[in-house]
């Protein structure tokens, strides 16, 4: 385990998609196998959260994230990507 929130399997390195949603759609399904909620749940507090503003910060950088209120205490995963997408 690297850290309480985040161990070995959370982590996804060259992870191929065709956009900023088949990168979410994956990151969902991650998430939601690791917490027991249902994926389309994840995802649409990801793209709620990318609504209000995009959370690229920069330099093939992003940080999508969401609050879910079914969920008590943080998880993590972390993707890198096959080809880098723009977050806007």
Known sequence: MISPILSEEDISLDLVT?????ALSKIAIRIARRTGIDQQ??????F?????GSTGI??????????????????ASLTRLAQPIDFE
Do not use: M, N
């Open 18 to 22: 065709k956009g900023k949603q088949s």
């Open 41 to 46: 749940v994840v995802l649409r507090g990801l």
């Open 48 to 52: 709620d959260r990318e609504h209000l």
């Open 58 to 75: 920069g330099r093939g950088v992003a940080i999508p994230h969401a609050l879910l209120s079914t969920i008590y205490s943080p998880v």
